[in-house]
């Protein structure tokens, strides 16, 4: 049998169809190889770097406030967080995940604010399993969390379609992570969820650390020998100048190069060869061949000339660059009943004119821009 596409008739209630791919649409176009780039399909923009990434914020809220990302300070009780009637229900991030698909996007990563603060998140992640590529393949359906509610969620998010999960842990030690989250959340209930997840099936897990000069270098090995034990996935990423509320200054940056420099003194590496184009971490294998580890290294070594992602915040607005400073509305368009080949026509112009590479010309005029906090647009 063919898998379920989700659609939306122009009552705008959700129906579901039979076909053999996410192209059953109006337009049935779909995008071509794309030659300049690797060859898949995916639509180019400006540049010839295709969409291959979707990155959906579910929501804007967080149960954590992270410093680097939603501090407490700024984002405190009176702060106005999207009313619910401006989120798009999962109806709409199906249908407009649909067209994506069959622009080219291979991968799908759920994201937010906090992603599991959304309820009845499996329901979504049950429409998002159902898409097929024109190829009439699965998609790579992921999502990013603080952890802390995979021990309830984790299994019926697997049962939903779920794949894997990435868990964002800055450090194993309870005061530091304290500090790192905002909210003194305990490192074992994130641990809780995360072996939670393990016993769910969601692999490979993938660890994101965000290192921060001065507050969680000191967790950086411990982490590294926990997750070679663990077998899990671990990346560490540079502190980025995301948003405008979280006083970024370059000297709070720790330079993957240090972190590498850190983890090879105890545990030798040896780079390996990137897994297709478009990764963002840069991979490591420990030489005695006991696992692996990555950095993210936005902000001394920028991969814009790769970067394949497009994001859709909570609200419905189409972002190109994890730093842009406004999106494309498309949930107006959407609730306006426009049928899928004239939203499948916005997308492609605004992928079509992408221009971005932030982290590539950034400098002191672009770390000024009001740009969108990262926790709005999708992490
Ligand atoms: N709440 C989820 C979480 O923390 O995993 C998903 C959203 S969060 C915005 C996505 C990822 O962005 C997390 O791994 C987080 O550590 C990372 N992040 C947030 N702010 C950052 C910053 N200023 N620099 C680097 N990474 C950041
Ligand atoms: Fe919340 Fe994730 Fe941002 Fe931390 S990084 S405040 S957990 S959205
Ligand atoms: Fe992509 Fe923008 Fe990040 Fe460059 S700065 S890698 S274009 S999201």
Redesign the pocket.
């Known amino acids: 049998m063919g898998a379920v596409d989700p659609t939306i008739d122009s009552a705008g209630s959700l129906s579901h169809r039979s076909t053999a791919s996410a192209s059953g649409t109006p337009s049935g176009s779909t995008s071509p190889a794309n030659d300049a780039f690797d060859g898949l399909p995916g639509l180019p923009d400006r540049f010839g770097r295709a969409l291959r990434d979707l990155r959906v914020?579910v929501t804007d809220r967080?149960n954590?406030r992270?410093g680097?990302?939603m501090p407490a300070e700024v984002f405190g009780r009176d702060f106005a967080f999207l009313p619910r009637s401006q989120v798009l229900d999962f109806e709409e991030v199906a249908r407009l995940a649909a067209i994506f698909v069959r622009l080219g996007v291979r991968k799908l990563r759920i994201?937010?604010?906090?992603?599991l603060v959304r309820r009845d998140l499996a329901v979504l992640i049950g429409y998002l399993a159902e898409l097929r590529t024109p190829e009439g393949e699965t998609v790579d359906l992921t999502l990013?969390?603080?952890?802390s509610a995979l021990r309830p969620l984790a299994s019926s998010l697997a049962a939903a379609g779920l794949q894997r999960v990435?868990?964002?842990l800055?450090s194993l030690d309870d005061a530091v992570f304290g500090a790192m989250n905002g909210v003194d959340f305990p490192v074992a209930r994130v641990l809780d969820g995360i072996s939670a997840a393990r016993s769910a099936g969601l692999a490979p897990i993938k660890i994101?650390?965000?290192v921060r000069r001065g507050v969680n270098e000191a967790s950086v090995l411990p982490l590294v020998r926990w997750a070679r034990d663990e077998g899990l996935v671990l990346r560490f990423?540079?502190?980025?100048?995301?948003?405008h509320s979280?006083g970024?200054r370059l000297d709070d940056v720790v330079p993957a190069s240090e972190i590498l420099a850190l983890i090879d003194a105890e545990l030798p590496l040896e780079p390996l060869v990137p897994g297709y184009r478009g990764e963002v971490a840069g991979r490591y294998r420990f030489r005695d061949g006991s696992g692996e580890v990555g950095v993210?290294a936005?902000v001394t070594r920028p991969f814009c000339g790769d970067c394949t992602r497009a994001r859709l915040s909570a609200e419905g607005h189409l972002y190109t660059c994890l730093f842009a400073v406004d999106g494309v509305d498309l949930k107006t368009p959407l609730r306006a009943a426009e049928p899928d080949a004239a939203l499948e026509a916005r997308i492609r112009a605004v992928w079509g004119a992408r221009t971005d590479r932030y982290s590539e010309l950034r400098s002191s005029a672009t770390e000024r821009l009001p740009k969108v906090e990262?926790?709005a647009l999708?992490?």
Not at 144 to 147: D, R, S
């Open positions: 914020s967080c954590f992270c680097y990302c994201t937010g604010g906090e992603p990013t969390t603080n952890g990435t868990v964002s800055d994101n650390t965000v990423i540079e502190y980025m100048d995301v948003g979280n970024w993210i936005s990262m926790f999708g992490g």
